[in-house]
């Protein structure tokens, strides 16, 4: 019986060793739940076991039967945790395999952040221990390791040791992109400025544009665009207020900074050409409807026609025949309207335009039908 206890009782150790392991790197799995009632028939094993060997010299032995009874609780509890382990065998002794290697990497990843941390100072990284990038990821690191000193549980260490290596890894990254970092700043600011002169020569064009779409059109036909001139502007001037900026910090060794105040200006610039071109852009389509105002009707009229011969083809026109009728008459009524000395020809092309969007949203779900069927 004795021996019956021992071996129960390294297993058990073997098996409690193993399920803290798998409880700390995957607990997900549950398998601390599925242990709980195997470490308590080997507890209750045990508790029989000891009383029976707790008595002392002069006390009378226990009944012959109370140490079989014993024997057999040992001998079934021993058989129910060799069950669990070897249900689930492969998966803990990976999970003692791990655990056992991450003291190891816990002192190895230390050593690296120290190694990292120390590259910071040296004298061929001196010019760029301020940029932020660095100091970003500097002190990133710096609370890592810190996280990583005061992890508990294998699990944590080990999860705490790879954020640190991460860390320790894009430090060093950080440090080897540093001393492009001048030369691109140089290059970004030298490439918005260009651009810059070339938005504001496009943006001269804004005031003639506009000037000639209020004597040639409708006033309805700009009515929407009357403040993109001051709005180009504001922006042309924000972008010229962050290039000086960039300039000026490329200049002082602030290349990061510079990188940022030129992704400013170009958002900038963007913004101010969308308000440039709406302007010019409106022109040349009026002008060009109003050479033409069949070209385009005519344009619409075609994508009907093919969207009732796809629903002819598909068998679909009960479903969508009136649908695509109705936009016949849509059509007709903005052709209508082209009257007067000012024909308000914006209105004509946003009309046809929401015709051919709703034509091709007809088609696009007859397709998406028959393709389903």
Known sequence: MVAAFLDMDRRQSVAEAAVTASHDLAPQRGLRREWEPVREACYRAAETYLHLARTEPTDPLAPAPAYEQALQQIGLATRTLDQFYDRHRAHLEHSVAVAQTVPQLARQVRTEAQAAAALVDAPEHAAYADYPSVRS???ALDAEVRALDSAVGTGAVRTAARRAEEAAIALRRALAQAPDKAESARKAVASVTTRLSAVRTRAESLAPAFSALLREFNAASSADLSGNERAAREFLDRADADVTAARTA??????????????????????????????TERLSVLRAVRRDPAAKVEQVRFRLRDAQQLAVQRGLTAEWGSVLDAQLDRIDRAVGSLTGVHPDYWAYVRELDAVSRFIAGVVQRMRGRTEEA
């Open 137 to 139: 990821a500097a002190n």
């Open 250 to 279: 490329s200049a002082g060794n602030r290349p990061e900074q510079a990188l940022e105040l030129t992704a400013a200006a170009r958002a900038s610039l963007t913004q101010a050409e969308r308000y440039v071109d709406a302007v």
